[in-house]
């Protein structure tokens, strides 16, 4: 599946998703605001083409987008 690529801070917000942290605990890492991380999430799910962030995490999954943190 084609889709645009991510900015490096859409990808590092979807990496923090798919490590289990909330919209609320990434602005606070980041130093951003909810609404700019709630953003982000929206621009991801447009990238890829779906409405769900879960969908967004089962195409970053399966195209190696994503790294299993140990």
Do not use: C, D
Request: hydrophobic share 40%; aromatic share 8%; glycine share 6%.
């Amino acid at each position: 599946m084609k889709h645009q690529p991510l900015t490096p801070r859409e990808h590092e917000v979807l990496q923090f998703v798919w490590e289990g942290f909330s919209t609320r605990e990434i602005a606070n890492k980041l130093g951003r605001s909810y609404n700019t991380i709630a953003m982000y999430r929206q621009q991801i799910r447009s990238k890829f083409g779906v409405t769900t962030t879960a969908a967004a995490l089962k195409i970053a999954l399966r195209e190696g987008i994503l790294v299993e943190k140990k």
